[in-house]
């Protein structure tokens, strides 16, 4: 498998996935679903710097995460994504606000996909 994840996960706080590895189709995408949704009542920290490649798959799974997420009250925080990333994630990204980490970003979702 290509994906590798650290789950930064300390005492009442939010647990950071930490992605390293590709983000694609098969069991990557599972494997990250599968860990991101696990039961809890926290929201979610998905650092995504590590990622040397994704694709279509890979970057439906961090919007299916987000909706199931969505349903229990919980958010999923997208941290330290590529330029290229978001732009697949939400191509009409508010151009409203300066502070890029102030910024949600919308791609058809029922709600949006935070920045930590």
């Known amino acids: 498998m290509d994906l590798s994840v650290e789950v930064v996960n300390e005492a009442n ?3 950071t996935f930490i992605c390293r590895g590709k983000l694609i189709r098969g069991q990557e995408s599972d494997y990250l679903f599968d ?8 929201d979610v920290v998905l ?6 490649a994704f694709d279509k ?3 439906s799974t ?6 199931l997420l ?21 191509p009409k990204r508010s151009s409203s606000r300066a502070d ?17």
């Open 70 to 90: 969505s349903l229990t009250q919980r958010r999923l925080l997208l941290r330290n994504a590529s330029t290229e990333m978001l732009a697949e994630l939400a």
């Open 100 to 116: 890029a980490k102030e910024e949600s970003f919308h791609g058809g979702l029922s709600g949006t996909i935070e920045l930590a």
């Open 35 to 42: 860990l991101v949704t696990r039961p809890d009542k926290r």
């Open 57 to 59: 798959d890979g970057l």
């Open 13 to 15: 706080s939010t647990p």
């Open 47 to 52: 650092d995504v710097e590590g990622l040397d």
């Open 62 to 67: 961090i919007v299916l995460c987000h909706e």
